[in-house]
């Protein structure tokens, strides 16, 4: 089992930034990333991050978040800067570990323009 506690959210006015954080019972996982999911749209992948450090991106929001992790402080983050209307969503923190996904509470994130 791995809980998930994440934190952050909040509500920003177009171009702000928000920084999320996610922090974890074990970083022993092969796998961390967010998750957004706005009203009436699937839950989509935002930002990943491998166990090796490998990150990738949703294109629309590349260039203007970044995920990071603290193995230390056993934290994975979403630095989200520039922010849009069209990322309000409820954004979930995701692990895997030897094949199970784990999620955490979601947080939201409200962009007004």
């Known amino acids: 089992q791995v809980q998930l506690v994440e934190s952050g959210g909040g509500s920003v006015q177009a171009g702000g930034s928000l920084r999320l954080s996610c922090l974890a019972s074990s970083m022993t996982v092969d796998f961390m990333g967010w998750h957004r999911q706005a009203p009436g749209k699937q839950r989509e992948l935002v930002a990943s991050i491998t166990s090796t450090g490998s990150t990738e991106y949703a294109d629309s929001v590349k260039g203007r978040f970044t995920i990071s992790r603290d193995v230390a402080k056993k934290s994975l983050y979403l630095q989200m800067n520039s922010l849009k209307p069209e990322d309000t969503a409820v954004y979930y923190c995701?692990?895997?570990?030897?094949?199970?996904?784990?999620w955490g509470q979601g947080t939201q994130v409200t962009v007004s323009s």
């Open positions: 995701n692990v895997e570990r030897a094949r199970r996904a784990y």
